[in-house]
Nanobody
Framework: QVQLVESGGGLVQAGGSLRLSCAAS????????MGWFRQAPGKEREFVGR????????YYVDSVKGRFTISRDNAKNTVYLQMNSLKPEDTAVYYC??????????????WGQGTQVTVSS
């Protein structure tokens, strides 16, 4: 069983930056593709991006390409989401997720509890 704990959320002005962290425990972190998702009030959960088990490749939804970067440190069992040039529409609860087959299937087996990101205009 893998436990995921996100941190780093908060309130930031438009144009600002935040870095979210997701710390994993209870499993072999390097076995998992890691993904980031978000859910804004009244909206469905949205895929943001994912990173391979080794960190050699990442993929992003079009709305965050060029602004968000996912990285991971397998020695620290942590994945990061660097968010730059934030916009009010990025306001959401952000979740990390882990899946052994997620890179190909999009299926995630474990989820964190989420961290709130609020971008003011």
């Amino acid at each position: 069983q893998v436990q995921l704990v996100e941190s780093g959320g908060g309130l930031v002005q438009a144009g600002g930056s935040l870095r979210l962290s997701c710390a994993a425990s209870g499993g072999t972190f390097s076995s998992y593709t890691m993904g980031w998702f978000r859910q804004a009030p009244g909206k469905e959960r949205e895929f943001v991006g994912r990173i391979t088990r080794t960190g050699d490749m990442s993929y992003y939804v079009d709305s965050v390409k060029g602004r968000f970067t996912i990285s991971r440190d397998n020695a620290k069992n942590t994945v990061y989401l660097q968010m730059n040039s934030l916009k009010p529409e990025d306001t959401a609860v952000y979740y990390c997720a882990a899946g052994t087959t997620a890179w190909n299937t999009g299926r995630y087996d474990y989820w964190g509890q989420g961290t709130q990101v609020t971008v003011s205009s």
